[in-house]
């Protein structure tokens, strides 16, 4: 069986507090590190998630798959060459 050669991070929604506005979580399934993005309530749900996975993998993403807790898995293939 062939390894799997890509990036991948799981998005999930964090709801606003008293002191902080609606975000989204992004975790990078390699190195487990967390950032977290503004939510821009200019674009609709799935929206927020692609732009913030976008956003921290630097890249747009190749495919995702909906998380079984509310959230997504974007991933980016690290075969293909982008210019």
Request: net charge positive.
């Amino acid at each position: 069986m062939e390894p799997v050669n890509c990036k991948g991070v799981e998005t999930k929604f964090l709801g606003p507090t008293n002191h902080r506005p609606a975000r989204v979580s992004v975790r990078d399934l390699d190195t487990k590190k967390r950032r977290v993005v503004s939510w821009d309530d200019g674009l609709g749900v799935f929206e927020n998630h692609k732009a913030a996975a976008e956003l921290v993998l630097g890249f747009q993403v190749d495919f995702f798959v909906n998380d079984r807790a509310g959230g997504y898995i974007f991933g980016l293939d690290r075969k293909k060459t982008y210019v």
